[in-house]
Nanobody, 124 residues
Framework: QVQLVESGGGLVQAGGSLRLSCAAS????????MGWFRQAPGKEREFVAA????????YYADSVKGRFTISRDNAKNTVYLQMNSLKPDDTAVYYC?????????????????WGQGTQVTVSS
């Protein structure tokens, strides 16, 4: 089992940047594929990005491709989401999640463990 705690959210103007962090504890962090999801008010939670165990492969939603970068530091048991060129539509609660499979997945049901979320608000 793994516990996940997100941090780094906040209020930023459109065009600005934020870096989210997700610290993991419990079972070996490098056992898990890690993902970021988000949920905007009144909308369903959606996939943002994922990274495999080694960090050697990543996968992004089309809406964030070229603006967001997912990375991980297995020595620090942490996954990051660097968000640049932020837009008001990026406003959401951002969640990190852990998946014990070997596959990069955008499907929420594939992820076994979830953090509590961190709020990101982008003002226009």
């Amino acid at each position: 089992q793994v516990q996940l705690v997100e941090s780094g959210g906040g209020l930023v103007q459109a065009g600005g940047s934020l870096r989210l962090s997700c610290a993991a504890s419990g079972r070996a962090f490098n056992y898990y594929t890690m993902g970021w999801f988000r949920q905007a008010p009144g909308k369903e939670r959606e996939f943002v990005a994922a990274i495999i165990r080694s960090g050697g492969s990543t996968y992004y939603a089309d809406s964030v491709k070229g603006r967001f970068t997912i990375s991980r530091d297995n020595a620090k048991n942490t996954v990051y989401l660097q968000m640049n060129s932020l837009k008001p539509d990026d406003t959401a609660v951002y969640y990190c999640a852990a998946d014990d499979s070997l596959i990069l997945s955008s499907t929420q049901g594939e992820y076994d463990y979830w953090g509590q979320g961190t709020q990101v608000t982008v003002s226009s």
